[in-house]
């Protein structure tokens, strides 16, 4: 039955009428791609500790983290335009398929006995390769299935989901592992991965036409539009710029916390799962922070002065004295609360700014500036640890990445007003 509206009342406008019901269909493919995570990340933990197990060689666990981090650098521009070009709904079936399948061989080769190390890598890879295409298209997706006020709360709801899996994964996967033999503990992957895609097939993602230039053009020409739109926005090209400053100075910290744990404050593995267990529940409070309320001002602020925030803890954490640990325990809680914080208006913002036929390729391209910048800043840290120390890492890089958000935000003015309609 239609019901006339009262003659008193204007007609609704296309945009009212295409979020009056949005919220089934938006929070079924959300809680369907929330588990897919879970999966991910409970098999991520079984594989490295399988490694740890069977070689117990630092290197095998570094070629892990290798093949985990290569993918997004290699693959995401092609992700990105794919993701712009074909039906990102479909791009995200396929690549969890193809997730679920290297999973199922893997189980496979562990319940035969058969499985050697090299083939653990590849079908990483794989798995980490997929990531480059669904992740673009997930994020390009977003503006399409929620309505704008909401972007940023879906942004700080995506942070806490990272959070909880911060926290969760390692529990989850030394619970998976303590019932169940490892090829079970991977079949869950293989589940999560089907629950995943499940609403994909009931739910349409509606999606923009694609530019001319893409209709008409290889997947090479959309891989360089995407390119040129970002280096011709001022904005956006101040951002990419600073974050990957960023990811270059303050990213080694977080692999090296295992290290200032032990050697600067004399803990172990449960003071190490202290500490990430706490900053996880940062980023879930700073998630949940952002989520709960509506933004309507300016965010750009807070993404800037939250990053600068959270790197400077970061160096705090390193200047708590060796028998504080509980300092170090609430400056990287800190770091890890103003963190999401700043991340999750920025996602938003970038969902807001760029038109939707674009997002794919420019998402991708974000993606490549971490992918680059997180391995040339390990490479960096290590020559520069056995000059000053680990202590000395954590405290120079918080500090020069502090510093680098602050005059990103204060020396730019394209960036302080990245939100207006003009790309310059």
């Known amino acids: 039955m239609t ?28 809680t369907g791609q929330a588990l897919s995570m879970i999966g991910s990340a409970l098999t991520q933990f079984v ?27 290699i693959f995401g521009p092609l992700g990105g335009a794919l993701a712009d070009r074909w039906s990102r709904r479909l791009v995200m079936i396929v690549a969890d398929a193809i997730t679920a399948l290297s999973m199922a061989i893997l189980v496979l080769l562990f319940a035969t006995n058969s499985v050697q ?20 298209a997930v994020l390009a997706s977003t503006p399409n299935l929620a309505p704008p006020d909401w972007l940023t709360r879906v942004a700080g709801m995506n942070q806490a989901m990272q959070g909880v899996l911060t926290i969760a994964a390692a529990p989850l996967g030394a619970l998976a592992l303590a019932f169940l033999p490892l090829q079970g503990a991977l079949m869950i992957d293989v589940v999560t991965a089907v629950l995943g895609i499940t609403p994909l097939f009931f739910y349409r993602i509606p999606q923009p036409s694609p530019t001319a230039a893409v209709t008409g053009a290889s997947v090479l ?29 303050v990213l080694p910290t977080f692999s090296l916390t295992p290290l200032l744990v032990t050697q600067h404050f004399g803990g172990g593995v449960n003071q190490v799962a202290l500490m990430e267990g706490f ?10 922070i952002i989520s709960i309320r509506t933004w309507h001002t300016r965010r750009i602020w807070l993404v800037m002065y939250s990053f600068a925030a959270s790197c400077a803890t970061v160096a705090l954490t390193a200047l708590a004295p060796a028998n504080w640990l509980w300092l170090a325990v609430i400056w990287w809680t800190i770091s890890g609360f103003t963190f999401s914080t700043g991340n999750a208006p920025m996602m938003a913002i970038l969902q807001t700014i760029i038109p939707n036929e674009l997002q794919g390729r420019a998402f991708s391209l974000l993606n490549v500036v971490f992918g680059l910048a997180g391995p040339l800043g390990l490479a960096i840290a290590g020559p520069v640890a056995e000059l000053v120390g680990v202590r000395g890492v954590f405290i120079l890089g918080g500090a ?10 204060i020396g730019s003015r394209s960036l302080r007003n990245i939100e207006e309609k003009s790309p310059t």
């Not at 945009?15 to 949005?22: A, H, I, S, V």
């Not at 490295?48 to 666990?61: E, H």
């Not at 539009?225 to 990957?244: K, W």
């Not at 020069?400 to 935000?409: E, K, P, R, T």
């Open 3 to 30: 019901i006339n509206p009262s003659p008193l009342t204007p007609p609704a406008t296309h945009d009212e009428t295409r979020w009056l019901n949005w919220k089934p269909r938006f929070f079924t493919i959300w």
């Open 117 to 136: 190390l090299w083939q653990v890598y590849t079908l990483m890879f794989v798995r980490a390769t997929m990531q480059a295409f669904q992740g673009p």
């Open 221 to 249: 020409a959309d891989i360089r539009e995407g390119a040129r739109y970002v280096v011709h926005h001022r904005g956006l090209l101040a951002l990419y710029s600073v974050t990957g400053l960023v990811v270059l100075t």
């Open 47 to 73: 594989l490295i500790w399988w490694i740890t197990q069977t070689t117990g060689s630092p290197s095998a666990l570094a070629v892990a983290g290798i093949v985990a981090l290569l993918p997004t650098a």
């Open 400 to 409: 020069l990445s502090a510093v680098i958000c602050m005059a990103g935000y």
């Open 279 to 288: 900053a996880g529940l940062g980023v879930i409070a700073g998630g949940v």
